[in-house]
Antibody
Framework: EVQLVESGGGLVQPGGSLRLSCAAS????????MKWVRQAPGKGLEWVSY????????NYADSVKGRFTISRDNAKNSLYLQMNRLRAEDTAVYYC?????????????WGQGTLVTVSS | QSVLTQPPSASGTPGQRVTISCSGS????????VYWYQQLPGTAPKLLIY???QRPSGVPDRFSGSKSGTSASLAISGLRSDDEADYYC???????????FGGGTKLTVL
C-alpha cells in the first residue's frame, strides 16, 4: 500500500524559506514520478511541481517558478520541496502525491498534507 | 481562476442521481485522461475515478465517470448523506506540462 507522509510545515515570515519532506513507503519509489499539490485555506487544489523518477525532468507552476525547487533522494525514498522567498499567498496545505500509471497524469495517491503558514 | 471549469455547487436528495460537469480544452481534457477526487473537510483528496471512467478498488459503483471531447462528468447514483463533500476534476495539460484542476464542486445532500 502506498504511504506518503509529509513533514516540515510551519509558520514562516514573508521572504523566508522552508523545506518540506515527503517520506514514501509501500511502493518502488525510485520508479515513480512525484508531484507536490497545494490547497490554500478554503480554496481549491493547485498543482505546484513535478519530478520524474530519475530527476531528469522537473516542472513548476508559474506561481512558484524561480522560488521553489523540487528534488528527491531515491536511496532514502524521500521527496523534497525547497521553498524560498515565501509570500502570504503561498499559505496552504502541501500534499505530496504520485501516479503509478504515468508521470503525465494527475495524482493517484496522496499524503495527508503539511500546513505552511506565511505570516509576520 | 481554474483551468478546468466546474459548477461551484450541486445538490440532491437521498437516493437521487446527480452529475457534476467539468469543462476544459484540447490541451487538457481533449487529449488526456480525466481524474475525479472526493474531499471531505480536513482530509486529503481521495481518488474516485481515474482514466476517465475507471474506479479504484473500494470505490462503490454508484460513482461513474465519462468523457466526451473537452468535457467530462461525474455521476453519483443512489445519493447518500455521506456523499456530502467537495469534488474535483483534474487532467494533465500539455501546454502547461503540469496538472490542472477544476475549482471544485460542493455537493449538498438535502
Amino acid at each position: 500500500e502506498v504511504q506518503l507522509v509529509e513533514s516540515g510545515g510551519g509558520l514562516v515570515q514573508p521572504g523566508g524559506s522552508l523545506r518540506l519532506s515527503c517520506a514514501a513507503s509501500g511502493f518502488p519509489f525510485s520508479g515513480y514520478e512525484m508531484k507536490w499539490v497545494r490547497q490554500a485555506p478554503g480554496k481549491g487544489l493547485e498543482w505546484v511541481s513535478y519530478i520524474s523518477s530519475s530527476s531528469d525532468r522537473t516542472n513548476y507552476a508559474d506561481s512558484v517558478k524561480g522560488r521553489f525547487t523540487i528534488s528527491r533522494d531515491n536511496a532514502k525514498n524521500s521527496l523534497y520541496l525547497q521553498m524560498n522567498r515565501l509570500r502570504a499567498e503561498d499559505t496552504a496545505v502541501y500534499y505530496c502525491a504520485t501516479n503509478s500509471f504515468s508521470e503525465w497524469e494527475p495524482p493517484e495517491s496522496w499524503g495527508q498534507g503539511t500546513l505552511v503558514t506565511v505570516s509576520s | 481562476q481554474s483551468v478546468l471549469t466546474q459548477p461551484p455547487s450541486a445538490s440532491g436528495t437521498p437516493g437521487q442521481r446527480v452529475t457534476i460537469s467539468c469543462s476544459g480544452s484540447s490541451s487538457n481534457i481533449g487529449s488526456n485522461y480525466v481524474y475525479w477526487y472526493q474531499q471531505l473537510p480536513g482530509t486529503a483528496p481521495k481518488l474516485l475515478i481515474y482514466r476517465n471512467n475507471q474506479r479504484p478498488s473500494g470505490v462503490p459503483d454508484r460513482f461513474s465517470g465519462s468523457k466526451s471531447g473537452t468535457s467530462a462528468s461525474l455521476a453519483i447514483s443512489g445519493l447518500r448523506s455521506d456523499d456530502e463533500a467537495d469534488y474535483y476534476c483534474a487532467a494533465w495539460d500539455d501546454s502547461l506540462s503540469g496538472v490542472v484542476f477544476g475549482g471544485g464542486t460542493k455537493l449538498t445532500v438535502l
